[in-house]
């Protein structure tokens, strides 16, 4: 555990830690795809994880920018947060996939993209899924990084720059799962939510990450 | 490889003629054994379907190998052949072939891509093969022909989207829904294509189905045939938001369900998805209804709008299956000419050995003052002169077998060597 600690988590830039998100989003789409065998995800998921790479490359490469990856509590931190944060990616891409599926429903017009992608109900339960999977891994990760702090910084949690974002993801996430379990939203305006939702998120994260 | 087709299809022919030229298939055995007398005996296949009527021979000497089919197929049904004449097509050799692989694959057919005709051509040759009007040749290029067929379907997408107004129907519904078998569909107006559509939906998994009609005892007697449940039409407000998919073909003369309507459903739903299949004109269903967020109403226009790209996408897929078919042909072909080589190889070989054995004979014969040693060293050169001679002319043939320069080579083999005289 050590070894692969040092080996593969062990990054002190920004560049590393958007490579690692972006590994994330390989793993997850992977197994997504094994699940649903949702061949269409591929064309959404791996751009992003493209993204992620070229961002890590476009940002400053100051070394002394990230707390130095030795805590079991900061390695752990940074897992969870980085899958939750990759299943949600899943549900941009799933709520991406279905507002065209229903664009193309909506305008009559069959042939096109529409036939590659799967079914709207489809798409809904997998939204679904990856917010059920991605809210509690977001959970976990919050409160691994608060133990982490306790222990690096002096308390679980100091009010800045860089945490309050992470209340607001938590918060935005928490509302979609809920919405969509309890309130019954789904459809159109959901997907639309989950879309606008990541793209907040993932500015959250970069000022998370950042400061 | 002389394969010969004469036939004709609905392409020019009208129905009229066609109908009078149809052979139906409890009774091929006689017409094939009449077909036997224009082919000489050699092979020969009917076919015959409500668009088209071939008929294919294996014929030795083709001048007259069309002629023959086209006098056969006015003989048999008593009508003159100038009256037939100008509807009939004739293909011969890799042409013929080329043309049975595209009506195998469908790509001849009325709707490309339809299903029915590779099983018909299926029966027709077995039906023959069992006739024995059948003989290798036939056997080898027929069951070509259906894995031709299945190449072209697994390969391309001719076969794959709707090209019916109720399939589209089904079609979509499924891009909405992922497993139809927990859904209920709501039929209102007991016409033929809701019918139609309700069975295909069921065929894919529907089982709650609801009929709703203005008299209850239609709307029951049409459920009860399709193991659903009638309802009252009068109370449509309290079972609509029951409905995923509904399709509807009343002869009303204003819309039955309006926007409101569909909006109250949705609120008691949850904003689940709703599917309107509107198939009445005029219309039932009120086309702003289209507007709201998770539902989606396709009229008889928009279904047939589907249906049209459909049909021109298997045309684009059908272009593939051109190209398959074509490599296949060339295939078949380059097999015929390896398989005419052989027999070739052999009477030169045999005829060779014949004129050794004859000047050896001669030769013993006359002076017959030779030791054992010395006539085994005479009947050894022999051998070797002939095999040596032979040798190179052999090779060439066999690697040119592949190129258009291999028959004719085989041809001329033929011709300067005699060997088609002879048959030893």
Redesign the interface.
């Known amino acids: 555990m050590e070894a692969s600690r040092a080996g593969v988590l062990l990054f002190s830039e920004v560049y590393g830690a958007t490579a690692f998100f972006s590994w994330t989003v390989l793993l997850v789409y992977l197994i997504a795809e094994a699940l649903t065998r949702i061949r269409a995800l591929g064309s959404f998921l791996v751009p992003i994880a493209l993204l992620a790479l070229v961002l890590g490359l476009a940002l400053p490469h100051d070394a002394a920018l990230l707390p130095p990856l030795t805590s079991f509590w900061l390695i752990t931190h940074v897992v969870l947060a980085f899958l939750g944060n990759a299943a949600f990616a899943l549900t941009f891409c799933g709520g991406l996939m279905y507002l065209i599926?229903d664009r193309y429903?909506?305008a009559?017009?069959?042939?096109g993209l529409?036939a590659h992608l799967?079914?709207?109900?489809?798409l809904d339960?997998l939204n679904f899924w990856a917010l059920a999977f991605g809210v509690p891994l977001l959970t976990q990760g919050i409160i691994t990084g608060a133990i982490w702090a306790r222990y690096a910084r002096g308390s679980f949690w100091i009010w800045q720059r860089t945490t309050w974002p992470l209340i607001v993801i938590w918060g935005i996430y928490l509302g979609l799962f809920i919405g969509r379990w309890y309130l019954?939203?789904?459809?159109?305006?959901a997907a639309l939510a989950v879309v606008v939702g990541f793209c907040a998120v993932s500015l959250g994260y970069l000022l998370h990450t950042l400061g | 490889m002389h394969i010969v087709v004469v036939g004709l299809s609905h392409k020019v022919t009208p129905v009229e003629l066609r109908e009078r030229l149809y052979f139906p298939d409890t009774a091929l055995e006689e017409p094939l054994e009449k077909l036997a007398h224009y082919t000489e005996g050699g092979d020969r296949v009917i076919l015959s379907t409500c668009n088209r009527v071939e008929v294919y021979g294996h014929i030795q000497h083709l001048a007259h190998g069309s002629t023959r089919l086209r006098q056969f197929l006015s003989d048999y049904h008593g009508i003159p052949l100038e009256e037939i004449e100008p509807y009939l097509y004739t293909y011969h050799g890799a042409a013929a072939l080329r043309h049975l692989f595209r009506v195998v694959s469908s790509l001849d057919s009325l709707v490309v891509g339809e299903p029915q005709i590779t099983a018909q051509v299926k029966e027709a040759f077995a039906i023959a093969r069992r006739a024995q009007a059948t003989g290798s040749v036939f056997n080898q290029v027929f069951e070509r022909a259906f894995a031709v067929a299945k190449r072209v379907r697994t390969e391309t997408r001719i076969g794959e989207q709707a090209v019916s107004v109720s399939y589209a129907a089904v079609a979509l519904a499924k891009k909405i829904f992922q497993d139809l078998n927990a859904k209920t569909v709501l039929i209102i107006g007991a016409g033929e294509m809701s019918e139609l559509t309700a069975r295909h939906l069921i065929s894919q998994g529907v089982k709650n189905l609801l009929v709703a009609n203005r008299t209850l005892d239609r709307a029951r007697e049409l459920a009860e045939r399709l193991q659903g449940q009638g309802v009252p039409l009068g109370e449509l407000s309290g079972y609509l938001h029951h409905a995923d998919i509904v399709v509807t073909s009343t002869g009303a003369p204003a819309p039955i369900i309006s926007k409101a309507d569909v909006q109250n459903a949705l609120r008691l739903r949850k904003n689940r998805p709703m599917f309107f299949i509107d198939i009445a004109v005029p219309r039932d269903i009120d086309a702003t209804v289209n507007d709201l967020d998770n539902v989606y109403l396709y009229d008889i226009d928009d279904l047939q709008l589907v249906v049209q790209e459909n049909l021109r996408a298997r045309q684009r897929e059908a272009a593939l299956g051109e190209m398959i078919i074509e490599r296949e042909v060339e295939d078949v072909l380059r097999w015929f000419d390896e398989q005419q080589i052989v027999p070739a190889v052999i009477r030169l070989r045999r005829k060779a050995e014949a004129i050794r054995n004859q000047e050896l004979a001669k030769l013993f014969a006359k002076s017959g003052a030779f030791s054992d040693a010395e006539r085994e060293a005479i009947e050894a050169m022999a051998s070797s002169i002939i095999n040596k001679l032979l040798h190179t002319p052999i090779v060439r043939l066999k690697q040119e077998s592949q190129s258009k320069a291999g028959s004719r080579y085989l041809q001329a083999l033929r011709d300067l060597f005699s060997l088609d005289d002879d048959r030893q």
Do not use: D, F
Not at chain 1, 118 to 122: G, H, K, T
């Open positions: 599926q429903l909506k009559k017009q069959p042939g529409s799967p079914s709207l109900e489809m339960r019954g939203w789904r459809g159109r305006r």
